[in-house]
């Protein structure tokens, strides 16, 4: 398998806050990747740098060996123009925890909005290849309604056809079910393990062990800003060799 999302010794801080203290990860290409942690040790952060909607401090991220954010010359890093960043993003799906539709937008325009306007696709090409997608998370009869039509679970099936519109090499998830009510997680997760099946490079960001134990092929444990533990789930979730991740596994078990 070839690396499609390479981070080599990521530091990020908030004024005299460290976030992030050196992230060593690889991700290969047709793999799922779930990261646990408790809150504050930095999941959504890490996420939000491997498409630099935040700017690391210090180390790379490269994603199918393009470097993300930067470019190299003469041994040293300069931030890529913003158009640049924009057009690397185009290729790394995003899937936020609340969702992010545009209101006025009904489900097939929220699809369609980022192949037209990003990628300049016609909209005929757009609209086509939309409803398809909408068929895919199970939402072909909702085309024509409006996310306040809609429910959460519906909402964040949306938002994963819309990232799946650019036809991205690598899928972000940040807690996608966190802001769902209970009986609408599964059919997220559903979609989610979907995509897995076909081969669809994912970082997930949850607390869904069970997911994390179904789908993972590998899963890291993040605290105060360091990987503590990673390898495969039955290592990790069954056998954790760290006491700090026995501990955490301890209270969401």
Do not use: C
């Given at each position: 398998m070839s690396v499609m999302v390479d981070i080599r010794s990521v530091h990020k801080s908030y004024g005299a806050l460290d976030v992030l203290k050196g992230i060593d990860l690889q991700v290969q290409a047709g793999e799922v990747t779930v990261v646990l942690g408790p809150s504050g040790s930095g999941k959504s952060t890490l996420l939000r740098t491997v498409n630099h909607l935040e700017k690391v401090d210090r180390g790379t991220i490269?994603?199918?060996?393009?470097?993300?954010?930067?470019?190299?010359?003469?041994?040293?890093?300069?931030?890529?123009?913003?158009?640049?960043?924009?057009?690397?993003?185009?290729?790394?799906?995003?899937?936020?925890?609340?969702?992010?539709?545009?209101?006025?937008?009904?489900?097939?325009?929220?699809?369609?909005?980022?192949?037209?306007?990003?990628?300049?696709?016609?909209?005929?090409?757009?609209?086509?290849?939309?409803?398809?997608?909408?068929?895919?998370?199970?939402?072909?009869?909702?085309?024509?309604?409006?996310?306040?039509?809609?429910?959460?679970?519906?909402?964040?099936?949306?938002?994963?056809?819309?990232?799946?519109?650019?036809?991205?090499?690598?899928?972000?998830?940040?807690?996608?079910?966190?802001?769902?009510?209970?009986?609408?997680?599964?059919?997220?997760?559903?979609?989610?393990?979907?995509?897995?099946?076909?081969g669809t490079t994912m970082i997930v960001v949850t607390h869904e062990i069970g997911f994390a134990r179904e789908v993972a092929d590998t899963v890291v444990f993040l605290a105060e800003g360091r990987i503590v533990e990673q390898g495969p789930p039955a290592a990790v979730l069954d056998a954790p060799a760290q006491e700090r991740t026995r501990a955490f596994l301890s209270k969401v078990l």
């Open positions: 490269s994603v199918d060996g393009e470097l993300i954010g930067y470019r190299r010359s003469g041994g040293k890093l300069y931030e890529l123009p913003e158009r640049e960043v924009l057009r690397q993003r185009t290729r790394i799906g995003f899937v936020f925890q609340n969702f992010h539709l545009f209101p006025h937008l009904t489900a097939l325009e929220n699809v369609v909005e980022a192949p037209v306007n990003a990628l300049k696709r016609p909209r005929k090409e757009a609209e086509e290849s939309a409803r398809r997608l909408l068929e895919r998370v199970g939402l072909g009869d909702k085309a024509d309604a409006y996310p306040r039509r809609l429910s959460g679970g519906q909402q964040q099936r949306v938002a994963i056809a819309r990232a799946l519109a650019l036809e991205p090499r690598l899928l972000l998830f940040d807690e996608p079910t966190s802001a769902l009510d209970p009986e609408l997680v599964g059919e997220v997760l559903d979609v989610m393990r979907d995509l897995a099946r076909s």
